[in-house]
C-alpha cells in the first residue's frame, strides 16, 4: 500500500482534458454502483475518492474511473475517460432496471478536472500522483509550476500507473494491467459484475502477466517485445517525456533477453508497488 501522509511526486498543476465527469444520484444511486463495480462505495467521505472498475461477467475489463461524493446533493460524481464515455453510460443504462437512479453526464467544460499537488482529493492509485481537483473556477497556483497532460502521462509512466487508453476493453484482465494492485477492487466487499473469475485470479495468483516499467531505443504504442523470437510482450504507454521509456505488458516467464521488433534489447524494470508480488 502506499503511504497517503508521502509527498506526491507531481508538482505541477495540469488540466486533464480526455476526461467526463457524470452524477449519479437518487434514492437507489450507492445500492446500484455497489453492485456493478469492483471498488467499495461504502469507503467514501467528503475527504476521499476511490478507483474502481466495471467489468465484464467473465473479468475483463470495461472501464475504469474515480467515484467521489457530490458535495451539492445526495448522490456521485463519476470521473471517467471521455472517448468511451458514451459506451459507460449506455451500460450502466442496461443495469439500471427499475432502480430508482438519475445518471446524466455533466455539460462538458462546466466543471474541469486537475491533476494537483495539494488541493483536492487523494488520487488512491498511488502517493506520487497527488491530488484529483474538480472546479468550474481557476485552480489555485501559486506557486506551483503549469504542466501539462504529456507532464502527467510522464510521471504516471515512471510509476508504471496505466492510462485508460493504454488498458484493451474486453481483452485484459485488471491483473494484467496491475489493477488488483492499485486499489481497484475491494476484496470483501460482496458481489459485482465479473467478480467470481477476479477473485480467483486473485487468491490462486493465476495472473501470467503483468505491466512493466520497459526501456529501450525506439519503442513505442503497439510496438510488440520478444524472447527469442517468441512474442511475449505488447508496449501499451509511451512515456511523451522520455522517448526510451514505456510501459508494456509482460508475460512474467519471460522477463530476461527481451528485444523489440528491431532486435534491440529492451530491459525491464518492476514498478515499485509490484515487487513484492512477483516472484
Not at 465527469?21 to 437518487?26: A, K, P
Not at 512493466?212 to 517485445?225: C, H, K, N, S
Not at 508475460?251 to 514498478?271: F, H, M, Y
Amino acid at each position: 500500500m502506499q503511504n497517503p501522509n508521502q509527498p506526491p511526486d507531481l508538482k505541477h498543476c495540469a488540466r486533464l482534458q480526455d476526461r467526463r465527469l457524470i452524477s449519479v444520484t437518487g434514492q437507489d444511486a450507492m445500492d446500484f454502483l455497489q453492485n456493478v463495480m469492483t471498488a467499495d462505495i461504502r469507503t467514501l467521505t467528503d475527504n476521499n475518492m476511490i478507483y474502481s472498475l466495471l467489468l465484464t461477467p467473465q473479468g475483463q475489463f470495461l472501464h475504469d474511473f474515480f467515484v467521489s461524493r457530490q458535495p451539492a446533493q445526495e448522490g456521485f460524481i463519476v470521473d471517467i475517460f471521455s472517448m468511451r464515455a458514451d459506451d459507460f453510460l449506455s451500460r450502466l443504462g442496461i443495469f439500471k432496471l427499475r432502480a430508482k437512479v438519475d445518471i446524466r453526464p455533466l455539460d462538458e467544460g462546466a466543471v474541469k478536472v486537475y491533476a494537483h499537488p495539494s488541493h483536492g482529493l487523494r488520487d488512491p492509485r498511488h502517493s506520487a500522483l497527488g491530488y484529483r481537483l474538480y472546479t468550474a473556477d481557476v485552480p489555485p497556483t501559486a506557486g506551483i509550476q503549469q504542466g501539462t497532460h504529456d507532464d502527467y502521462i510522464d510521471l504516471c509512466t515512471r510509476h508504471g500507473i496505466p492510462d485508460t487508453p493504454a488498458i484493451q476493453p474486453q481483452k485484459d484482465f485488471a491483473a494484467d494491467m496491475n489493477l488488483d494492485l492499485l486499489g481497484a477492487i475491494a476484496w470483501d466487499k460482496g458481489c459485482y459484475i465479473g467478480q467470481e473469475v477476479t477473485a480467483r485470479m486473485h487468491y490462486k495468483g493465476l495472473a501470467k502477466k503483468r505491466l512493466l516499467i520497459v526501456e529501450g531505443r525506439d519503442i513505442t504504442e503497439g510496438d510488440m517485445l520478444f524472447n527469442g523470437g517468441r512474442v511475449v510482450g505488447e508496449v501499451r504507454q509511451s512515456n511523451p517525456r522520455e522517448t526510451e521509456q514505456a510501459l508494456a505488458l509482460v508475460r512474467l516467464d519471460s522477463l530476461e533477453n527481451l528485444t523489440s521488433a528491431g532486435n534491440k534489447p529492451v530491459a525491464v524494470t518492476l514498478p515499485a508497488y509490484l515487487e513484492n508480488s512477483v516472484s
